[in-house]
């Protein structure tokens, strides 16, 4: 009798799961398996809005592979000492998981491998299997290089690689019912601090409501409500994909290329595999330059905080930054616009604001994150590094009505249209902003300059 061990990692879900899939195909016994890593927990990455989605995910799992006849294991410790404790215990054959392409996840594969190779005499194999990605890294690629650099070639390739068509959730997972299942710990238990006031809760049978949502309707809009940061205009999916509660498959294929939105909204999946492919060759994109440009980046905490805190008297930065304190997460175009200032109008590195978006959002994403943050800083594969979102006509032009910042930035609830984006315009009338708003931290005209000269432009 063959036995098979599923180890989920961000693939927490029971519809179109590859490892799952393989596992209840090829084993008379399966055994899923998901353990709360120390060395995750131990690190700057355990944030507690992503603990907070990852739990209600683990949990969402184990009903749903109760409800096929199944259970997940629940552990935590050091991950390769529990997975050979459950390996050895149920004396298993095979250990399926998925292939991640970041340094964390390509040092556990060797570990896995090594364990099984070193620890139980070769008798247990090891299979990863792709699906974090529409397009694994590496199957398209430039002629005469490993991986794209520049998104449009990509796209246009990527456009006729194959694409996986998702499978549905095995009707029946077999697993032993004399294991120990374990308990899912609680938050507090994890992770220091609360998550934001506004998250919304995880797990793959919210992420499928969310889908059918998105694909009943607002996605027809797309392609021109994207960059509205007020409306319901993105699919707020990001989540759901990042912990693998959704597969991007599922999504790709309801996508109809010749309907309103559908092509626009490929593409951003298509932004997504961009990014992991490119996190596959540079290991390092998360903390070494892409393009350098020569960056002698200023040391201001001042700045930074004020940035971090909302407060930086431009309203649609600062309504971004308090929409990310109050929900884990922030609008695509909020996004550009406040890594933008950070680094271009304040020139203040990079990697500061990434990490501090790694802190809050519970998308927060290696590829997405880092490399997105890169684009903007322009030390990443935008073919424009030195472009630079003016913070005022950036609201005006996708919050005309002021209804964004309105919403996070209590403080101009008074001010009008008029002045709205620009508030220190409307000093000495009626519709001057509170002084609990402050003036801009820097002029706009003047950081340009300031941005231009120190890149040598």
Same mark, same amino acid.
């Given at each position: 009798?063959?036995?098979?061990?599923?180890?989920?990692?961000?693939?927490?879900?029971?519809?179109?799961?590859?490892?799952?899939?393989?596992?209840?195909?090829?084993?008379?016994?399966?055994?899923?398996?998901?353990?709360?890593?120390?060395?995750?927990?131990?690190?700057?990455?355990?944030?507690?809005?992503?603990?907070?989605?990852?739990?209600?995910?683990?949990?969402?799992?184990?009903?749903?592979?109760?409800?096929?006849?199944?259970?997940?294991?629940?552990?935590?410790?050091?991950?390769?000492?529990?997975?050979?404790?459950?390996?050895?215990?149920?004396?298993?054959?095979?250990?399926?998981?998925?292939?991640?392409?970041?340094?964390?996840?390509?040092?556990?594969?060797?570990?896995?491998?090594?364990?099984?190779?070193?620890?139980?005499?070769?008798?247990?194999?090891?299979?990863?299997?792709?699906?974090?990605?529409?397009?694994?890294?590496?199957?398209?690629?430039?002629?005469?290089?490993?991986?794209?650099?520049?998104?449009?070639?990509?796209?246009?390739?990527?456009?006729?690689?194959?694409?996986?068509?998702?499978?549905?959730?095995?009707?029946?997972?077999?697993?032993?019912?004399?294991?120990?299942?374990?308990?899912?710990?609680?938050?507090?238990?994890?992770?220091?601090?609360?998550?934001?006031?506004?998250?919304?809760?995880?797990?793959?049978?919210?992420?499928?409501?969310?889908?059918?949502?998105?694909?009943?309707?607002?996605?027809?809009?797309?392609?021109?409500?994207?960059?509205?940061?007020?409306?319901?205009?993105?699919?707020?999916?990001?989540?759901?994909?990042?912990?693998?509660?959704?597969?991007?498959?599922?999504?790709?294929?309801?996508?109809?290329?010749?309907?309103?939105?559908?092509?626009?909204?490929?593409?951003?999946?298509?932004?997504?595999?961009?990014?992991?492919?490119?996190?596959?060759?540079?290991?390092?994109?998360?903390?070494?330059?892409?393009?350098?440009?020569?960056?002698?980046?200023?040391?201001?905490?001042?700045?930074?905080?004020?940035?971090?805190?909302?407060?930086?008297?431009?309203?649609?930065?600062?309504?971004?930054?308090?929409?990310?304190?109050? &929900? /884990?997460?922030?609008?695509? !175009?909020?996004?550009?616009?406040? =890594?933008?200032?950070?680094?271009? @109008? *304040?020139?203040?590195? #990079?990697?500061?604001?990434?990490?501090?978006?790694?802190?809050?959002?519970?998308?927060?994403?290696?590829?997405?994150?880092?490399?997105?943050?890169?684009?903007?800083?322009?030390?990443?594969?935008?073919?424009?590094?030195?472009?630079?979102?003016?913070?005022?006509?950036?609201?005006?032009?996708?919050?005309? &009505? /002021?209804?964004?910042?309105? !919403?996070?930035?209590?403080?101009? =609830?008074?001010?009008?249209?008029? @002045? *709205?984006?620009?508030? #220190?315009?409307?000093?000495?009338?009626?519709?001057?902003?509170?002084?609990?708003?402050?003036?801009?931290?820097?002029?706009?005209?003047?950081?340009?300059?300031?941005?231009?000269?120190?890149?040598?432009?």
């Amino acid at each position: 009798m063959s036995t098979a061990v599923v180890l989920f990692t961000r693939d927490l879900r029971v519809h179109d799961q590859p490892a799952l899939l393989a596992a209840c195909r090829d084993a008379d016994r399966v055994v899923p398996l998901f353990v709360f890593d120390d060395a995750i927990f131990a690190s700057r990455y355990a944030a507690p809005n992503r603990v907070s989605y990852l739990l209600d995910a683990v949990s969402e799992l184990r009903d749903a592979l109760r409800e096929r006849g199944g259970e997940l294991l629940v552990r935590r410790g050091e991950l390769i000492d529990q997975v050979k404790e459950v390996v050895v215990e149920v004396a298993a054959d095979s250990l399926h998981l998925a292939a991640d392409v970041s340094a964390f996840a390509h040092r556990r594969d060797l570990a896995l491998r090594a364990m099984a190779r070193e620890n139980l005499g070769g008798r247990l194999t090891v299979h990863a299997h792709e699906g974090i990605t529409l397009v694994p890294p590496g199957d398209v690629t430039p002629t005469g290089g490993d991986h794209f650099k520049v998104f449009t070639p990509y796209w246009r390739k990527w456009l006729q690689a194959p694409h996986r068509t998702p499978e549905p959730a095995p009707a029946t997972v077999p697993t032993p019912s004399d294991l120990f299942a374990g308990d899912i710990p609680q938050l507090g238990e994890l992770v220091d601090g609360t998550p934001a006031p506004e998250l919304r809760p995880g797990g793959e049978a919210q992420a499928h409501r969310r889908l059918d949502w998105w694909f009943d309707g607002p996605i027809e809009d797309y392609g021109d409500a994207r960059n509205h940061l007020a409306g319901d205009g993105t699919s707020k999916l990001s989540a759901d994909l990042h912990f693998g509660c959704l597969s991007v498959a599922q999504l790709a294929d309801r996508v109809d290329r010749g309907r309103d939105g559908h092509e626009t909204f490929l593409q951003e999946l298509c932004w997504r595999d961009f990014n992991h492919q490119m996190l596959a060759a540079r290991q390092d994109l998360p903390h070494t330059d892409i393009r350098t440009q020569g960056d002698r980046w200023l040391d201001d905490e001042d700045a930074l905080q004020a940035w971090k805190d909302g407060m930086t008297g431009y309203p649609v930065v600062d309504a971004g930054m308090r929409q990310l304190q109050r &929900e /884990g997460w922030m609008h695509n !175009r909020a996004r550009m616009i406040v =890594a933008s200032f950070l680094t271009k @109008h *304040l020139y203040v590195d #990079w990697r500061a604001g990434a990490w501090h978006f790694m802190d809050h959002l519970v998308d927060g994403d290696l590829a997405n994150n880092f490399g997105q943050w890169q684009w903007t800083a322009g030390t990443g594969t935008d073919s424009r590094p030195n472009r630079m979102f003016n913070p005022v006509t950036q609201g005006q032009r996708y919050d005309p &009505e /002021g209804i964004y910042v309105r !919403r996070y930035v209590e403080e101009l =609830a008074e001010v009008d249209d008029a @002045h *709205l984006h620009a508030p #220190w315009e409307a000093d000495g009338s009626l519709f001057a902003s509170s002084d609990a708003y402050p003036a801009p931290i820097v002029d706009h005209r003047e950081a340009r300059d300031r941005f231009l000269t120190a890149r040598g432009k």
